[in-house]
Every structure is written in C-alpha cells, then in structure tokens.
C-alpha cells in the first residue's frame, strides 16, 4: 500500500521526501521544486483521445449538469503544470479529528521508536501506520511522543515549533557521539527528532544514504534510550517497528533496565517479515552488547547461517526473542507467519505473546468529503462527485476528451493500481492485468515507482506502447496528490500481491469508493470479501481471486466488470457498502491498547 508511490510523468515530478504536502498542507505546485527532482521525458507524454475505448456502460449513471461544470476549468495532458501539481488550497487535518471519540479511563505514556512517519518520513504503509496508530492514541487521551531520526530529507518546515531540546552524548563503536535532541509537532503528534553529530541519516532520501544503514539504526535505538535516561523519561510502553529498531528491546532489558530505565516494556510490530535486519556479530558490538552473546539458537542467531562462517544475527529475530508482545499487521498474516518462512520456528515458541491486529486508515487524510486534492467531494449518503473527479482524471490522463462529462466516459470501468512496483505486489498480474483490462474494454491507470532498474526498464517499456493509446496509463512517479485523485476516480482499486501483511491500498480504495479487487492473502483476505460468496453476503466488498495465475485474475475482473456494467442497482449499493465500511484507526487502536495494558509494569 501504499498509499502513494514512486515518480516520472512528464515534468516536473516531487521526490519521496522533498514533498512539500503535510498535514497542515499548505501546497502550491508552481514553486519549490528543485533541480534533483526535475525528470522530464517525452516518451511519457501521453495524448488526449477522442474517443473512449468502449461505450458499454451502466445504467441509471445519470448527468453532471447538476455539478455546473460546464463553468469548470478541465485539465489536459497537454497543459504546461500537470493537473495533480497544481496549487491546493489549505489545510489542516487536526481540525478534522473527530471529537466524539471516547477517552480511555486507564491512560499511558506511549512513545514509538520508527524508521519512518507520514507524511515527513514516509516511504511506504509504515509510515502511514505509526501516525495513524499515534493519533488514534491521543485522541483517546493517551500521551503519545514518535522517536524519529532526524534526516537530512526531512524539511524542517514541515514541523511545527521546533526546538533544540537536549544536546547528549550516546555510545557507538567505542565512542561517545555528541548528539542532539529536537522536539516539534507534525500531524498534531509530539515528536523528538535524534541527530547525531557524525555522517548517519545524512542524504536526499530516508534510505539509500552513503553511510551504513544497520549501523545506523544501531546507534538510533541506543540514543532514544540513553535520551530516555538522562531526561528521566519513563514511558508506560515503548513501541518499536521493524528490523531497524530490533536491537532496542535487546539494549533496554540487557543494560537500560540495570541502569534507571524501569517502568516502561516493550512492543514490537512486524510489518513485513521478509526483511531481517541481518547484522554480524561485530556490528552489534558497535552498540555496546557483546554481539557473541546473542549468537545462540534461543536469541538472535540468523537460523539460515546456523554452521556457516561466520554465523549472522538477525535484528528482527532479537526483537521478537525480547520484546513483552509482538503484533503483525493482519491475524491472516500471522497464521501465513507461523507456516512459512525461517523465522516460523521463533514465532512458534513465543506464540502466547504473537498477535495480528489489521492496520487502519488514517480517515482524516484520507476522507472524500473533505479532501483538498479533489475537485469535487463524495461521501457515502452522496457520491455524485465521484463521477467528476473521474472524468477530471480521464481528462487529465488524455482517456477522455471534451468540456462536459458524457456518459460514455463515465460508462468505462476505471481500473486503478497504486503500488510499489516490486515481487511482492504481483507484477506479471498487474503486467497481464494491462492486456485484459483492455480487451474486456476498460481503462487502467498504474501509479508506482520500481527500485529495481530492470522493473523500471520494463514498465518504461509498457509506459511508451501504452501511454498514448485510448485505454492505459502507467506513472512511473511518486505523487501523494494524484494518489487522492485516483482512488477518488477509480471503480476498481486493483491488488493482486504474491503476498500483503496488511495492505492499504484496499481499505483506502473502499474509503473512495473504489471496489476492491484483490488476491487473498495476509490482510487483504481479512479486509476483502468476495461478492459471489453466498454464505458470507453480508460481509461481501469486492472480488477476490487465489491463484497466481493470469486465468485467475482475468475471471476476477470479468466478474467485476459484469457487475459493474449488467447490475447497476447492485453496483451501486456496493459502492455506497464500502464507503461506509470503517476501517478506521480508531477500531485498531482499541486492540492495541489493549496490548499495552496487557503487559505494563
């Protein structure tokens, strides 16, 4: 899930980090981009068509007149500033947390240590989980702080009062780094920025910098507890995300807890188990830990290396051994968890302390009756709009042409898939998701960005045979605006993973009202239930396949394109039915409070 990902169009295009959106967004797309974000390329331009791939449709679509838009200003693929860069009014998303939320009785002091947070820090749904998880927390009345290292990408604008809080020494590799503490507030959420003093964290992006990433983190789990222990900070709960924080609940219960650090314990949430955080024993040592200590069986030896030389640990594997619980990101997941993979063995033995809590949404940013990127709102009593932010973006794309909405552009199924373009999220079924999506007469439009230089090589390759045809369009960018603008657009929210622990992009889908298509596994099987199981009609959303193959997935989107264009009246409690789903993070957070007081000193 992503909920945004990755960048080339044509234009200019915002980097990850350098995005001048917040949650207080005050946008205007005419300014601020600088030259390392520049990627302009023609073989990405695409034409505005006259004509529309199909004129089968639905039913009882009805007329925009309603809308006046014949007074609207349409955008076009040709215009000078893309239609998703384009100024946006302001905005401040703290307003909109609802007020109705009950305060919890038995309040905490919660700070969760992280890699990342949305949207200063994001790079994938990590990110979005630990601001959303955190606001749902303090809404409830909770005191809630996010421990983040302070990169270098991070615009300091983007952080409400900040201030120099602590300077303080912390231990790496037989020294004492001077370092800096910061407080400020981003989303409405507390948050201490750690900066040390040596190269770490330095460069244009949260990951990919020149110095040693494992290293680093290394030195940012120490420094939050050493900055804990010199300010007397004694959370309830400290809660760490993946591998990159690890090594903190080793740190805390094999030296902070002997020294003054004793109130708080200790909760680990896995978003994505294939990565480890692989670590020699003698970069652990860099920390302040006797790295052969914790090369056993029953601590954080890497089990694959078990016999090799020289053996490896795994900083993941670490966390989980010393953490009081343990939460993946979908009960599905959990169960795939605890059959496959290396790590299945250590989650097998501390299974009493293994939960799976599905994510939530963060329903303030992500809220079509208010959002600031759309150009006209919907919500779920209402969704009229939703069929002119669609034909806005067929416009914009060039899949539609003209200056009023005419029902065959509305009448086309719009397939939509916002994803990290990597192994994981299926790409031979979004490739042959492409070639079936046109011949069943729709249109497709992909959003993501490839790591990989030979996936980006191919689907730059799709971009230029499609991106000026009638029917498909593939942005090889990262773009949080135009990410509002699809899934406001989309009827169908396409993901067809090998394998999700959770999965945003679905549950945002819903939000828009887009109708999931997805493949079962990990969360998308606990958030995504298929229209045609009759015994589970009541929970049904959307459509769901189990197979890896192509056959698979075109009988899927057969199935949902039949719906979409024989039973209109059933379409259309559908998409008023996921609107109204709630997946918000305020259900979640009740679970995880839960946790919390479960394991609190």
Not at 450 to 459: N, Q
Not at 494 to 518: D, F, K
Request: glycine share 8%.
């Amino acid at each position: 899930m992503e909920c945004a990902t990755a960048g080339r169009f044509f234009g200019p295009s915002s980097s990850r980090l350098s995005n001048p959106r917040r949650r207080r967004i005050v946008l205007n797309r005419n300014n601020g981009l600088s030259a390392h974000n520049l990627c302009s390329s023609s073989k990405f331009k695409i034409q505005a068509q006259t004509h529309l791939s199909s004129e089968v449709g639905i039913a009882k679509q009805g007329s925009l007149t309603d809308f006046g838009v014949q007074e609207f200003v349409w955008p076009s693929p040709t215009d000078e500033i893309p239609f998703w860069k384009k100024g946006f009014p302001s905005w401040d998303a703290n307003l909109e947390v609802p007020s109705e939320v009950k305060k919890d009785s038995k309040l905490m002091h919660i700070i969760h240590v992280t890699a990342e947070m949305a949207p200063i820090a994001k790079v994938g749904g990590l990110g979005d989980v630990v601001t959303g998880l955190a606001r749902a927390c303090l809404s409830r009345g909770h005191r809630v702080d996010i421990m983040l290292p302070f990169y270098e990408c991070i615009q300091r604008e983007q952080i409400d009062d900040l201030t120099l809080i602590k300077t303080y020494n912390s231990y790496h590799d037989g020294k004492w780094i001077p370092t800096h503490a910061y407080s400020g507030t981003v989303s409405g959420i507390p948050v201490i920025f750690i900066e040390p003093s040596h190269q770490f964290f330095k460069g244009q992006h949260v990951y990919g910098g020149s110095y040693n990433e494992l290293e680093a983190y290394l030195f940012f789990s120490r420094a939050c507890l050493e900055w804990m222990q010199v300010t007397g900070t004694q959370p309830d709960i400290i809660h760490v995300h993946e591998w990159q924080t690890g090594a903190l609940p080793l740190l805390y219960w094999d030296m902070y807890h002997y020294l003054s650090l004793q109130k708080p314990r200790i909760v680990l949430t896995i978003h994505n188990m294939e990565h480890y955080g692989e670590c020699r024993q003698e970069q652990l040592n860099m920390c302040g830990l006797d790295g052969s200590l914790y090369a056993t069986f029953d601590k954080a030896v890497d089990d694959r290396t078990v016999g090799h030389n020289p053996e490896r640990l795994s900083l993941l594997k670490g966390g989980i051994v010393y953490s009081n619980a343990v939460v993946t990101v979908s009960p599905t997941y959990l169960k795939e968890t605890l059959c496959s993979g290396w790590l299945s063995s250590t989650l097998i033995r501390h299974r009493d302390k293994y939960l799976g809590i599905v994510n939530g949404i963060d329903t303030a940013m992500w809220n079509p009756s208010t959002d600031v990127f759309l150009p006209s709102k919907f919500h779920a009593q209402n969704s009229e709009g939703k069929k002119l932010c669609k034909y806005y973006v067929q416009r914009g794309l060039g899949l539609a042409s003209g200056n009023h909405v005419p029902d065959t552009a509305l009448k086309v199924p719009l397939v939509v898939c916002i994803t990290r373009l990597v192994a994981q999220k299926g790409l031979h079924l979004i490739i042959h998701a492409i070639k079936q999506v046109e011949e069943l007469g729709g249109q497709m439009v992909i959003l993501g960005k490839a790591p990989d230089s030979r996936v980006e090589s191919e689907f730059e390759g799709l971009a230029n045979s499609h991106n000026q045809g009638p029917s498909i369009r593939i942005l090889l960018m990262y773009s949080e605006e135009l990410s509002h603008l699809l899934y406001a657009a989309a009827d169908f929210i396409l993901v067809p993973s090998m394998y999700e622990p959770c999965g945003l992009a679905q549950m945002i889908g819903m939000r828009y009202g887009a109708v999931p298509i997805v493949r079962k596994t990990g969360g998308l099987a606990d958030t995504v239930f298929d229209m045609d199981d009759e015994p589970n009609h009541e929970m049904a959303n959307g459509f769901v396949f189990e197979g890896i193959d192509e056959g698979s997935l075109y009988r899927a989107l057969g199935r949902a394109f039949a719906c979409y264009r024989n039973k209109p009246d059933e379409w259309n409690g559908i998409v008023k039915k996921v609107m109204a789903v709630d997946n918000s993070w305020n259900n979640t957070a009740g679970k995880y409070i839960e946790i919390y007081e479960s394991v609190r000193a």
